[in-house]
């Protein structure tokens, strides 16, 4: 709804249909703080404000609210679950790279990935987390968005296939739209299908 930068990505008039069409019907809401503040008109800029706007997200019909806590400064930062039941959070710290563009919808992505096979809502959110993190590390300030699909085999994930590809359209996405700020300079692309040779693949993405 929000991009890191600010930009919007959503028109305004479509802000009320998020908050009475698809809010009631969202198993697991994941806005970054921007987006938390706009939905909510709360101040969200610490754990205080992640946590009045997730009970806010949940009296709206969400059913589990994870408010983000990556736009809001600092060297470390906190993602807040809310759930029915209580609240859960996710610390971490911060990783200093400009490679961040489309981690939020890898994020839900693998969540949603995780989630589909039984696991337990956090589990699965701190296994996505550890997902996205490890791809942050592995290319921060670095073009080679493509090897985010293989984190999850490096770690010995043993879903790692169904995780990788459950995020395979955001990554192509980010891929395709050349034009835009994504940090993506004078790299071939190349279509990479989940189920032929990983092996292959490796070393396609090392000559590129």
């Known amino acids: 709804m ?30 970054n703080a921007p987006e938390a503040e706009r939905l909510t008109e709360l101040s969200v800029d610490g754990i205080n404000g992640q946590r009045r706007a997730a009970e806010k997200l949940l009296r709206m ?64 959110i701190e296994r996505a987390r550890y997902y996205v993190f490890e791809a942050i590390k592995m290319i921060a300030d670095s073009p080679r968005v493509m090897q985010v699909l293989h984190i999850a085999r490096a770690a010995n994930l043993p879903d790692w296939r169904l995780v990788a590809g459950s995020v395979y359209g955001t990554v192509w996405n980010a891929l395709i739209n050349r034009d835009a700020d994504y940090g993506i300079k004078d790299y071939d692309i190349c279509y990479f299908d989940p189920d032929t040779s990983w092996e292959a693949e490796d070393a396609v993405i090392k000559a590129v």
């Open 61 to 124: 019909g969400a059913k589990a609210v994870l408010v983000k806590g990556g736009h809001i400064p600092g060297a470390t930062f906190t993602d807040v679950l809310a759930t029915e039941k209580g609240e859960r959070f996710y610390e971490a710290e911060r990783i200093e790279t400009t490679s961040t563009h489309g981690t939020g919808c890898t994020l839900a992505s693998a969540i949603s990935a995780l989630l589909a096979q039984g696991i337990t809502l956090e589990e699965a």
């Open 2 to 31: 929000i991009a890191k930068g600010g930009h919007p990505l959503l028109e305004e008039k479509a802000i009320g249909a998020v908050k009475t069409l698809m809010i009631p019907r969202c198993a697991l809401l994941t806005p």
